[in-house]
């Protein structure tokens, strides 16, 4: 069964700095990772999608890595802003039961950026 | 930009009663899914739908549940008698395989079983 796993589950950090919010994943047959954000007591906003064959994948000030191998993404944000504070969470489709499958996600992480 | 619609934003029900939560997925996706989040834990994954059956289910999606897709634009979850373990955040979902496969998430409807 997949396990998704985030930790730590809250970083505090100041405007301006470089962050890494790491992901991993205990079964690598995956057909794909996808990064959300969550604001509180809201939706989902998808950030990015990396497909199995990839390595990487950015959006402006996001980028976003996958280790398949060794079950581990990495969600890069380049000068953090006070509007980043959110939750980021994992998540994985399988790949053996097609695109029409579930995510499994992992329990996010909580950021806060502080002015 | 187009997005996935939920109503209403909020339910309170009280324990047994029924409710029905209605998504409109974007316009031109064909798989439909239905996740919940029980407020401090992960977001977990209840059923996916697509040409009008219901593809995977997880065991929470009990007898109790059921997805329908009564027109061409609305997909609706049904809990015939709620208990107070089904109060948490429902959140539908669209993806179009022939694109890049992103599930799209609607806003969420929060329900509270009284």
Redesign the interface.
Known sequence: KQEVTQIPAALSVPEGENLVLNCSFTDSAIYNLQWFRQDPGKGLTSLLLIQSSQREQTSGRLNASLDKSSGRSTLYIAASQPGDSATYLCAVKPRDTGANSKLTFGKGITLSVRP | EPEVTQTPSHQVTQMGQEVILRCVPISNHL?F?W?RQILG?????LV?F?NNEI??K?EIFDDQFSVERPDGSNFTLKIRSTKLEDSAMY?C?S?D?LS?????????T?LTVL
């Open positions: 798989y899914y996740y834990q992960k977001v977990e994954f996916s697509y593809s995977e997880s959140f979902a993806s395989r890049t496969d992103t599930q799209y998430f609607g806003p969420g929060r």
